[in-house]
């Protein structure tokens, strides 16, 4: 079904550096990849960097996802719209954890990822489909960031270094869950 999300991957080096590296994936990489980015950027306390890119980039983050980063005073420098084929390239940075928040992303065909990291998906509603005043349109933008950063606070809060093959596998079970 989603075969570059769901092959389980063994993590089979305990001794992975700090921090772990995470990848959020969404279609166009300028809304919730970005939200999702920031998110763990701010709350992960150097435990894990995050990045983020598109299968099909805009070339642009929209303009109310810098609106929410920047009401909830965090950093925007270093949000851009890129492709993924930067992550999956030589002498980019290994990634340990892949996370597709988009329904899109989720079924397309994956790049392989240098040091095979662990997948999953954690889909959440486009907010560029929201309609309404410039108000309810910025609203759907931050239940965004705060769903990815609800899920995002769940996942940080495991203890990756002593976790099994099949206790990390339930990662995908995060973005099932209500929000």
Request: charged residues 20%; glycine residues 6%; aromatic residues 8%.
């Amino acid at each position: 079904m989603y075969a570059c999300l769901w092959e389980e991957i063994a993590v089979t080096d305990q001794s992975i550096s700090q921090p772990y590296n995470v990848l959020f994936i969404c279609t166009e990489n300028s809304a919730r990849s970005i939200l999702a980015e920031a998110a763990m950027n701010s709350m992960a306390n150097s435990r894990f960097k995050a990045f983020s890119a598109g299968s099909n980039p805009s070339g642009e983050v929209h303009p109310m996802t810098l609106n929410v980063l920047k009401d909830l005073r965090l950093d925007t420098g270093f949000a851009r719209s890129k492709s993924w084929e930067e992550f999956s390239e030589p002498g980019s940075p290994e990634m340990h954890f892949v996370f597709t928040v988009c329904d899109t992303a989720a079924g397309e065909a994956c790049p392989i990822w240098p040091g095979h990291p662990l997948s999953g998906h954690w889909g959440v509603p486009d907010p560029k489909r929201a309609e309404g005043n410039e108000a309810e349109i910025g609203l759907a933008f931050a239940d965004t960031y705060k769903m990815l950063a609800r899920r995002i606070g769940v996942f940080i809060a495991l203890p990756h270094e002593s976790l099994d093959k099949l206790a990390l596998s339930e990662i995908d079970a995060i973005g099932r869950s209500p929000d």
